[in-house]
């Protein structure tokens, strides 16, 4: 508990903005220093998409965050961890960012911080092909969301086939061997029972004649062929992991009790949650990863 008023936290956002990208920089910098290096062999890039809120700020309409990014489109933003999962930076790109893009944050990740190669994780994106043949030129891998309500008929019949079923009969998963643009990938399928209930309930509220047989099944495309199912399922789970954290709730800034302009208050945001979310991945790693987020909170 402090005797800062919450008009006051707001007006310090100006400040966090402004020593926005010095901070995680420090942050950075005094992890290695006093921890030990990153571990950079293999590193990932994930990219996580959010929606802005409509927080109430003075000249929200068309207001934009760095690099020309309008709000009304909203964002996503390029989280680059070290091979045990500790945050190294991040950084804040147009909603789907293209090949281009995403090839100057692994071409940044590689000069600023000596990664030997960077591992892309993303959901769904409109420029996979593109992202995934500039990535296989430059020697790095990616593990990407694949949408099956739009797949081929051969993958959709693969998915709902046989499976390797957990004890429990929660889970279910497999895995295959496949080409996506001209390069070697494995797809694997992890159906929940979890998901397939959420994904019910979702569907009759959207359409009630769509078809609910893939219901519940998650696909992922990735050229670490070599790597388990699970392993490949860890990774991208980073996403979930990113993406609860850093979103933003309308609830959470209306109305806002001092002036700030929408740019400024999203920058200050993404700070804060950074700071935070470095904090939290210095508790579990201390804790040998044996807790989870929530058990940590």
């Excluded at 960012?97 to 994106?125: M, Q, Y």
């Excluded at 409109?126 to 990535?135: F, G, K, N």
């Excluded at 957990?166 to 979890?194: C, F, H, P």
């Excluded at 700070?271 to 470095?278: R, V």
Aim: glycine letters at 6%; hydrophobic letters at 40%; one cysteine or more.
């Amino acid at each position: 508990t402090c005797d800062f008023t919450l008009a006051d936290t707001y007006a310090a956002f100006q400040c966090f903005a402004r020593n926005e990208r010095a901070l995680v920089a420090h942050l950075s910098k005094s992890y290695q220093a006093i921890r030990e290096p990153y571990q950079v062999n293999s590193v990932l890039l994930v990219l996580a998409s959010f929606t802005l809120a409509d927080t109430g700020d003075v000249n929200a309409t068309n207001a934009r965050l760095a690099g020309g990014i309008d709000r009304d489109e909203g964002l996503s933003m390029g989280m680059l961890l070290d091979r045990t999962g500790i945050p190294m930076t991040y950084h804040v790109t147009s909603a789907t960012p293209s090949a281009e893009e995403v090839s100057g944050l692994v071409a940044s990740a590689k000069s600023n911080f000596g990664a030997k190669r960077v591992i892309v994780v993303a959901g769904r994106t409109p420029h996979a092909r593109e992202i995934v043949e500039t990535l296989a030129e430059s020697g790095d891998g990616f593990v990407f969301f694949r949408p099956l309500e739009t797949a081929a008929f051969d993958l959709q019949a693969w998915v709902a086939s046989d499976y390797i079923t957990t004890q429990s009969g929660s889970y279910k998963v497999k895995s295959r061997t496949n080409e996506m643009a001209g390069i070697r990938v494995k797809d694997t399928v992890l159906w929940g029972r979890d998901y397939a209930k959420i994904a019910r309930k979702q569907g009759r509220a959207e359409d009630e004649a769509r078809d609910l047989a893939l219901d519940g099944y998650i696909c992922i495309s990735s050229s670490e062929t070599k790597l388990t199912a699970g392993t490949l399922f860890h990774i991208y789970r980073e996403l979930w992991r990113l993406t609860e954290p850093f979103q933003l709730l309308e609830s959470d800034f209306s109305p806002s009790p001092y002036p700030v302009a929408h740019a400024i208050h999203m920058r200050a945001h993404f700070l804060m949650c950074y700071a935070a979310f470095f904090a939290l991945r210095l508790l579990r790693s201390d804790m040998g990863w044996s807790r989870n987020a929530a058990q940590v909170a």
